[in-house]
């Protein structure tokens, strides 16, 4: 019998029930202009407590989406398959995956998918956390409530510096719970497990809720972590199209046998980099391919530096184009590209 807490509503999903169980509360969300956002975070208040409005996706976006699925889709499905793998050895036959929102939870789903077929006892959910805030942790104990302590693992799509395993470790200091994390991308080289340290572009980096089950970003409520579901964004919904597109290449794809070797502090060298181009704020330098990519999709961009011109980056150069950003190549850059955020003045 369920152990959910029934006295909370939570987030509806255009996700399958099978997939993911969402314990991130329902709510309005608190949408302000992307200059108020840019505004309001120069002024020190956290990025939780509110967001900018989204749209249906840019014909850039659904293109870029596809190309990356296209492209890269075969090497995501073998770092799936190795980390499945990574998962299963570290946890043996029962593995509870907590999947951070958003982007963790197409990995999580995925990752549900592959060690139910593989017959572990598996549980997947979605919880929210706010970088610099914390986790739910009111989330984490109804997953305890249903799972052992023990077979806990949080689930990530990318990294770019680091931030979100630092929040989760600050989070579960002295807390049973130990802050084993998995990501299928790690270029920062801070994950426990991961599908791959490389920078490479995943699709749905490309997209927000549309390939997130119409979830919003989450946010902070007076009570706890909410989202809104995004009703007027279903005819654009890639959600579970994307889950069965990946899960199908996984059954042709052979298993990554290593992630490859783990980059050392690759964020201090990206942020000497940044430093270079007046970017002295670390918070304002987003390296990492997803990170430099959601720049471009919800904040103010200043600048576009990247390692080389590649596929993966063509979506991020044709956006620096429109809106007028220097783009600049750094051959030395330890990840694919980064993006730097504009440093708006304030009161």
């Known amino acids: 019998m369920s152990s959910v807490d029934t006295s909370v509503r939570y987030v509806q999903s255009s996700y399958a029930p099978a997939d993911i169980q969402l314990l991130i509360g329902a709510a309005p969300a608190p949408q302000v202009s992307l200059r108020e956002k840019e505004a309001r975070i120069a002024a020190g208040e956290s990025y939780g407590h509110f967001l900018t409005p989204e749209a249906a996706p840019t014909a850039l976006q659904t293109a870029t989406y596809h190309s990356a699925l296209r492209r890269n889709g075969p090497v995501i499905a073998s770092a799936l398959l190795g980390l499945a793998t990574q998962l299963e050895a570290r946890f043996g036959g029962s593995v509870t995956l907590v999947s951070l929102a958003r982007a963790g939870f197409p990995v999580g789903a995925l990752l549900h998918r592959l060690l ?6 598996s549980a997947h959910y979605g919880v929210s956390i706010v970088r610099g805030v914390g986790l739910d942790m009111a989330a984490l104990e109804t997953v305890l409530a249903e799972r052992p302590v023990s077979s806990i693992v949080f689930v990530d799509g990318w990294t770019g510096k680091g931030s979100i395993l630092d929040t989760l470790q600050r989070s579960l200091q002295r807390h049973a719970v130990r802050p ?12 426990d497990m991961a599908g791959s340290h490389a920078d490479l572009l995943l699709p749905h980096a490309a997209l927000n809720a549309t390939v997130s089950g119409l979830m919003s970003r989450s946010f902070l409520t007076m009570q706890r972590h909410a989202a809104e579901y995004l009703h007027h964004l279903a005819a654009h919904d890639l959600s579970n199209v994307y889950l ?10 052979t298993p990554l046998a290593s992630p490859g070797p783990r ?16 970017c002295t704020d670390p ?10 990519t959601r720049v471009f999709l919800r904040r103010l961009p200043a600048a576009l530096i990247i390692r080389a011109s590649t596929p993966d980056t063509g979506h991020l150069e044709t956006l620096a184009r429109a809106g007028h950003i220097p783009v600049h190549t750094e051959a030395a850059l330890p990840y694919a590209a980064m993006s730097l955020i504009q440093e708006l003045p304030h009161d």
């Not at 069965?244 to 794809?253: K, Q």
């Not at 980059?263 to 007046?278: I, K, M, S």
């Not at 304002?284 to 990170?291: D, L, M, V």
Request: aromatic fraction near 8%; hydrophobic fraction near 45%.
């Open 180 to 191: 084993h994390f998995a990501a299928l991308y790690d270029p920062a080289g801070v994950a």
């Open 244 to 253: 069965d597109a990946l899960e199908a290449l996984c059954a042709d794809a």
């Open 263 to 278: 980059p050392q502090r690759p964020a201090d060298l990206a942020f000497a980099v940044a430093r270079r181009y007046g």
């Open 283 to 292: 918070h304002r330098a987003k390296p990492g391919i997803g990170e430099a």
């Open 116 to 121: 139910h077929r593989r017959g572990l006892d």
